[in-house]
């Protein structure tokens, strides 16, 4: 039986490293496999005006890019067994890394958990309309889903492994249901062939790097965090397989759902235009329990990293109460619509600051570390990490130039991918030239003073 978590920041065991690729898939499929993922679908059918085809490569495109660049730092958990916010201290310095990169992912993961939960309950909202007439508001529904997925996530990683176990095969095979109604349906708005052709959808340039750009941006917010799920995780090989198979395959999965609903319709969110393609109770009750089953897995992995980031800026919480802490607030943020109604907005904010914050630490951790982390370094204020007075001012420079020229661009230069560059690049420019004043300063001589 699983038991609630017992470990915060410090490195896990090794005896206790067992979490092989499976289990791993079934994490990290499950928490894509979730409400906001098939909004996101829908937006790039209906707002990036892309036929579900290219809607579908757009965002296996923005996945791919983003887990090749989360794949390399979540090395961090598989060789060390250290949490991503611990391993953060390498390139953003001892107290850089509770100042920036943790309050960011504790942000980042609220939202997130308040748009999952949002999602959720228009979701349950129109199949509760659907079976008994009646309009329930949205807000107290949304706050008691919340609630109910923050209660799980406080109890740890094992209670989460074994809910997500379960949660996994119910959520595939309530995503298949939902295929099935729009395959057997009467309205010839959902014939697959229509559907596919998308006639009321075309391609531009603009509409996909645009949800290219949303796709990679969203899983990028993970950056700091990506280690967390792989500290239980004994080889490269399992967080390799685990992490990139479960990715691709979950972006695809979630972008056909929601953007064939939207070719269909014009809807953005798939559970609200299913209630229409059904008067069966029994299949209504079926797309409640998918909409609730499947917004579990996501925020339970978002209160959890948010709680081991938030440890991480104040250790003396411990993680179970920096998780209580995040719960509360991630449940209190579920009261405010606008997170979903304008998630594409929300979304490129966060990826404002996750590609910079990602190409700096890929540039850091291969190219100045050649992948190697002093664990001992990271507890220790004054060890190697410590920078000037616990910050790598070059990160955080470079991370701010970054975020300018990523607003500063326009979506058809392909955004994302120029946050990461100029990110990286910045960092090592930077790098380069603390090292010349550095040297320009030690090369002074110093003046003797003739007693």
């Not at 796709?215 to 239980?232: E, F, I, Q």
């Amino acid at each position: 039986m699983p038991s609630i978590e017992e470990y915060g920041v410090e490195p896990i065991p090794d005896g206790l490293r067992t979490v092989r690729w499976r289990d791993l898939f079934a994490i990290n499929f499950t928490f894509y496999l979730n409400p906001v993922m098939y909004v996101l679908g829908a937006l790039a059918v209906v707002v990036g005006g892309l036929p579900l085809p290219w809607a579908l490569a757009a965002m296996v495109l923005g996945q791919a890019i983003a887990f090749a660049c989360l794949v390399p730092i979540a090395q961090a958990g598989v060789d060390y067994g250290l949490p991503g916010q611990v391993a953060m201290r390498a390139s953003l310095g001892f107290w850089g890394a509770r100042i920036l990169s943790s309050p960011y992912r504790v942000v980042a993961a609220t939202y997130w958990f308040a748009a999952q939960a949002l999602a959720g309950a228009l979701g349950l909202q129109a199949v509760i309309q659907a079976m008994s007439g009646r309009h329930v508001s949205l807000v107290p529904m949304a706050l008691v889903l919340a609630a109910f997925h923050a209660v799980l996530a406080v109890l740890g990683f094992d209670v989460m492994r074994y809910v997500l176990r379960v949660v996994l095969p119910l959520s595939v095979a309530l995503t298949g249901v939902l295929v099935a109604l729009y395959l057997t349906s009467n309205d010839s708005r959902y014939d697959i062939g229509r559907v596919w052709r998308s006639p009321d959808q075309h391609l531009t340039w603009v509409g996909f790097a645009t949800f290219v750009t949303v796709m990679c941006g969203a899983s990028l917010t993970l950056v700091t965090n990506v280690a967390d799920l792989c500290r239980y995780t004994p080889t490269r090989r399992d967080m390799r397989i685990g992490l990139v198979t479960s990715s691709l395959l979950a972006a695809a999965v979630t972008t056909f759902v929601g953007g064939y609903a939207a070719a269909a319709t014009g809807k953005t969110n798939p559970f609200v235009a299913v209630v229409d393609l059904t008067t069966s109770k029994p299949l209504l009750v079926v797309v409640a329990l998918a909409i609730v089953v499947q917004g579990i897995a996501a925020n339970i992995t978002n209160t959890y990293t948010a709680g081991l980031s938030l440890v991480n800026s104040i250790p003396s919480l411990g993680r179970f109460r920096a998780t209580v802490v995040v719960a509360v607030a991630a449940v209190a943020l579920s009261a405010f619509p606008s997170f979903v109604d304008h998630a594409q907005r929300w979304i490129t904010h966060l990826g404002n600051v996750a590609a910079p914050l990602t190409g700096v630490v890929l540039a850091d951790y291969l190219l100045v570390h050649r992948a190697r982390i002093d664990v001992p370094a990271l507890f220790d204020p004054s060890g190697r990490y410590r920078y000037v007075n616990g910050v790598n001012a070059a990160a955080l420079g470079a991370v701010a130039v970054g975020v300018g020229v990523y607003y500063a661009l326009p979506q058809a230069w392909l955004k994302i991918v120029w946050g990461l560059a100029v990110g990286a690049v910045a960092y090592l420019a930077l790098r380069r030239l603390e090292a010349f004043l550095a040297e320009g300063r030690s090369a002074v001589p110093k003046t003797v003073v003739e007693p």
